[in-house]
């Protein structure tokens, strides 16, 4: 069982990450072999709306066109079992580079035409896990991951699991050295008490994907 995991937060060691690890850590207990990524080391772009993964005959059909640091990570993913996406919420939403990775994947996979079956154009089935981490998330945080979530689950064709971790405490030290309001210490305590747990359930998301 081959996995690849893919960081999309800036910073390589704090929440997402650890959820991440958690997952790798699940994962590799069930014997998977797991590849991870740190997306903001990788040279890339989104999708630049070439439709190279569309046009009939031509070399890219089906596969994405750009070459870049991304190319080797989507042919990783290509050959893989499963999937594990970590990224922080940003503004309600996934980080640019999680976005701009996401956009890559599954756009030379997304059929334009409805008559395809079973709308993609990936070939079989592909495990899909997604790990948030977050504060205190102002909209419903539920209906703005939907929709990408749901093209995920179209084009690897399977039900995707996901994990969205909140309250998370954003600094990497005291917070009392930074201008915020002094209920960021109360968000450090429930931090503490609670982020283990959610790790945890990383670890069990992690391997129950290697499952099967
Ligand atoms: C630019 C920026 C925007 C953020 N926007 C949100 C947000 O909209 N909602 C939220 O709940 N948290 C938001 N946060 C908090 C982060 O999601 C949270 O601290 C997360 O755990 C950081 O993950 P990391 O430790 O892996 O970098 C934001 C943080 C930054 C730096």
Known sequence: MKIVAVNGS???????????????EGARSKGAQVERIDLYK???????????????GGKSLHKCG??????????????ADALIVGSPIYFSD????????????LFQYLPYDPEVEDHTYFPRELKVGMLYSMGIPA???????APMERFLGQVFRMQVK????QGCYPFVDSWEKYECSP???????????????QVKAAFELGASLSEG
């Open 10 to 24: 800036p910073r390589p060691n704090h929440n997402t990450a650890e959820l991440l690890e958690g997952a790798i």
């Open 139 to 145: 909209d419903p945080i539920d209906e703005r991951l």
């Open 162 to 165: 996901s994990l969205k971790s």
């Open 94 to 105: 996934v980080t640019g580079e999680t976005r701009s990775f996401l956009e890559r994947l």
């Open 183 to 197: 209920m960021i210490a109360d968000m450090l305590a429930a931090h503490e008490e609670g982020f283990g747990a």
């Open 66 to 79: 750009i070459k870049d640091g991304l190319t080797p990570i989507l042919e990783a993913i290509a050959q």
């Open 42 to 56: 990788v040279d890339f772009k989104g999708c630049r709306g070439c439709f190279a993964c569309k046009r009939k």
